[in-house]
């Protein structure tokens, strides 16, 4: 039997944004680990800010001082960056560049920002995604129940969170997380469905062409 063309595919970016405590880090995480998931990148990004009780070094953030982040983005090292709650978020470029070269796709959890960036970089390789709280209510509930922050973070929090909706309209896709169990279906079909963009294939034409030459017995 003659060889078979099969078409590639060019790793692409999936973005999840939300304000803090709707769930978009719950939400990447649980995906990256998904035993099925296993052609999925969770992107690291490195932050200023203090590491929280529940955080790991390099699987939550990498956590840097504010020299060592200044001096990444003047190097241009990193593919976004940004300033929240007063504390400098970014995403180092080279191993992005890497996945999706090697047809691996790359899982962001960064805010509306950071997104804005890479769409103007790389729109052509973005998926995104934001996560909506189903009441302000709600948020402010889950971020008590996280008892991570102090009451004043909180505060701020809600305040920047009104903002942080604001931007909903940047975003491909909108999700309500009012059921984190449904909220993860959604994500895992819009991935699914994104995979098999026409766009995003690699080889595709020739494929075709291949099937429409071959010679049946």
Not at 41 to 50: E, F, G, H, M, W
Not at 101 to 115: E, H, S
Request: charged share 30%; aromatic share 6%; proline share 5%.
């Amino acid at each position: 039997m003659a060889d078979v063309l099969r078409p590639a595919r060019r790793g692409l970016i999936m973005i999840m944004s939300s304000p803090s405590g709707a769930g978009k880090s719950t939400l990447t995480r649980t995906l990256s680990k998904s035993p099925s998931e296993t052609n999925l990148d969770l992107s690291i990004s490195v932050t200023t800010r203090a590491k929280r009780p529940s955080e790991i070094e390099g699987v939550h953030y990498h956590f840097i001082d504010r020299e060592t982040f200044e001096q990444m983005r003047d190097r241009d090292e990193l593919l976004e960056w940004a300033e929240v709650h007063g504390n400098g978020y970014g995403t180092p470029r080279k191993p992005v560049e890497a996945s999706l070269k090697a047809g691996r796709d790359v899982l962001f959890d960064i805010d509306w920002q950071g997104t804005q960036q890479i769409l103007e970089r790389a729109r052509e390789d973005v998926v995104s995604i934001f996560i909506l709280p189903p009441s302000m209510a709600e948020l402010r509930s889950r971020l008590v129940r996280r008892a991570e922050d102090a009451p004043d973070v909180i505060a701020k929090r809600l305040a920047n969170a009104r903002e942080e909706i604001a931007r909903w309209t940047v975003y491909d896709y909108v999700i309500v997380n009012d059921d984190l169990d449904k909220a993860y279906d959604a994500v895992r079909s819009i991935l699914a469905a994104e995979r098999l963009k026409r766009s995003r294939a690699i080889g595709l034409g020739e494929f075709v062409e291949q099937l429409l030459t071959e010679t049946l017995p």
